[in-house]
Nanobody, 130 residues
């Protein structure tokens, strides 16, 4: 069982950028596809972004294209999410996720509109104040 631990949530002012981090204590992230999801109060969890094992391929939810950037640092065994120009609509609990499924299969499912990865962290809450 892989443990994922998010950090970096909290209160952010509208218009600012937020940056979240995720690590996997006791596990080296090598071949996993990594991603971020979020869940606003009263809504379903939604996909935000994903990155392949090398870090050279990324995929974003249409609603966040141009504002979100996902990246990973193998040396630090971490994956990051940055969202620029946040608004109150970005208020949610953000979850780090991982899957051992291949990148091509993951993207195919994401394009179909719904994809659940195998592992999720406990989440880090983000509140954007107007």
């Amino acid at each position: 069982q892989m443990e994922l631990v998010e950090s970096g949530g909290g209160l952010v002012q509208a218009g600012a950028s937020l940056r979240l981090s995720c690590t996997a204590p006791g596990h080296t992230l090598i071949r996993e596809v990594l991603g971020w999801y979020r869940q606003a109060q009263g809504k379903d969890r939604e996909f935000v972004a994903a990155i392949n094992y090398s870090g050279y391929s990324t995929y974003y939810a249409d609603s966040l294209k141009g504002r979100a950037t996902i990246s990973r640092d193998s040396a630090k065994n971490a994956v990051y999410l940055q969202i620029d120009n946040v608004s109150p609509e970005d208020t949610a609990v953000y979850y780090c996720a991982a899957t051992t499924e291949g990148w091509g299969a993951a993207v195919t499912e994401l394009r179909r509109g719904h994809y659940d990865m195998e592992y999720y962290g406990k989440g880090t809450p983000v509140t954007v104040s107007s």
